[in-house]
Structure formats: structure tokens, C-alpha cells
T-cell receptor, first 113, second 119 residues
């Protein structure tokens, strides 16, 4: 019940296209859903996050879509650029300062020029 | 704001030696810090959670006598890998939570990671 399932494992998208990464969770107590971007040899950085009181959040080219009833959420990267090539992790946690973040398995995104 | 640093960025040591990794929150008070381990092409694996001034809480399967964690101040936590062996070689990442900020109280800010290689 603590798992966050992420797909696909890897993704290749043409420059300018839309990259879509999907995640699903089981624990209905989760109410904070961040996405992290990680470049090789670096620590992950928070990209965008959503709480379940909204179904969508957009920041620039990055959008999170959230479906509470299906317990699924996804990251959409519009107009994908080569600089977006990185590993993306979805995650979930409970709304508490003491709670730990549960990470998905990661998606390696490659944007072809 | 919300910058977390780690030192060293990479370390190579001989088998049997101990290695200390520092994690610092530079512009906020980190009431809680987390230590993760990441193998190549894998996700982050939480090792332990530490709160300032108290003992760390280790995840199942993580040897607390091998991975010593100290969180002596609101800006510094250390991870010491004792008697390191080649299988301890990995990428170690810390994160910190600003528990005093009501806006981001469950957001974690990650350090740049430390690459440990044990020969």
C-alpha cells in the first residue's frame, strides 16, 4: 500500500513533442504528490507538486493531472526540449512534516533533437 | 532559498575505513533530515530519518551500527559509513525539510549527492 507505481521506465520523445509519465498509488492517505527531476550525478530537484484538492496544476511547460478517484496522476511536458532529458520521479507522501516521501521507480526521458 | 549542500561530492576509500558525509541546510532550519541511497539507474531508497537532537529512525534492513547518523544542529546532519566495504559503494543523497515553514512543511529539499567508492 506504500508503493507508487510509475510508467514507462524509459521514454523517447521528439523535440517539440509532449512527454507523458504516469503514476498510480494505493494509499488514500497520501495527499502530497511531487515530481522530481534528476540529472546524472546530481540530486533530485522538485519540479512541480500537487495536492488532491485540485485536478490539474500547470507551471510553464509542466502540468500535473490528478485523478483522485482513480488514484492516478501524471506529468505532461509540453514542447519537450533536449534540456529536459533527465530521469523523472513521481512521489507521494502524507500531509505531515514527519512523513516520508515514497518515490516511484523513475522514468528516463530522452528528447531527440 | 532552500539550498542543501553535501560534502564531499565524491570520495574514494579503502575497504575497512570509515567515511563521513556532511549534509547542511544553508538558508533554513532543517527540523528533519533524510538520508537516501541510490544505485545506478534505480530509484532513491530511504535509509533513515533524523530529527534534530534525537536518534535517527532507520528503515527496515538498514544497519544502524554501520550507517551512523547524527543530527546535532538544525543545519547539519552527518552520515558515517563505518568499516566500509565495496558493496557500500553507492550514491548517497540527503534531503532536508523546513518544518518551521507552514507553506512547505512536507516538501523535501535535496542535496547534490555524494558518490562513495570503496576499493
Amino acid at each position: 500500500q506504500q508503493q507508487v507505481k510509475q510508467s514507462p521506465q524509459s521514454l523517447i520523445v521528439q523535440k517539440g513533442g509532449i512527454s507523458i509519465i504516469n503514476c498510480a498509488y494505493e494509499n488514500t492517505a497520501f495527499d502530497y504528490f511531487p515530481w522530481y527531476q534528476q540529472f546524472p550525478g546530481k540530486g533530485p530537484a522538485l519540479l512541480i507538486a500537487i495536492r488532491p484538492d485540485v485536478s490539474e496544476k500547470k507551471e510553464g511547460r509542466f502540468t500535473i493531472s490528478f485523478n483522485k478517484s482513480a488514484k492516478q496522476f501524471s506529468l505532461h511536458i509540453m514542447d519537450s526540449q533536449p534540456g529536459d532529458s533527465a530521469t523523472y520521479f513521481c512521489a507521494a507522501s502524507r500531509d505531515s512534516s514527519a512523513s516520508k516521501i515514497i518515490f516511484g521507480s523513475g522514468t528516463r526521458l530522452s528528447i531527440r533533437p | 532559498g532552500a539550498v542543501v549542500s553535501q560534502h564531499p561530492s565524491r570520495v574514494i576509500c579503502k575497504s575497512g575505513t570509515s567515511v563521513k558525509i556532511e549534509c547542511r541546510s544553508l538558508d533554513f532550519q532543517a527540523t528533519t533530515m533524510f538520508w537516501y541511497r541510490q544505485f545506478p539507474k534505480k530509484s532513491l531508497m530511504l535509509m533513515a530519518t533524523s530529527n534534530e537532537g534525537s536518534k535517527a529512525t532507520y528503515e527496515q534492513g538498514v544497519e544502524k551500527d554501520k550507517f551512523l547518523i547524527n543530527h546535532a544542529s538544525l543545519t547539519l546532519s552527518t552520515l558515517t559509513v563505518t568499516s566500509a566495504h565495496p558493496e557500500d559503494s553507492s550514491f548517497y543523497i540527503c534531503s532536508a525539510r523546513d518544518g518551521l515553514s507552514p507553506r512547505s512543511y512536507n516538501e523535501q529539499f535535496f542535496g547534490p549527492g555524494t558518490r562513495l567508492t570503496v576499493l
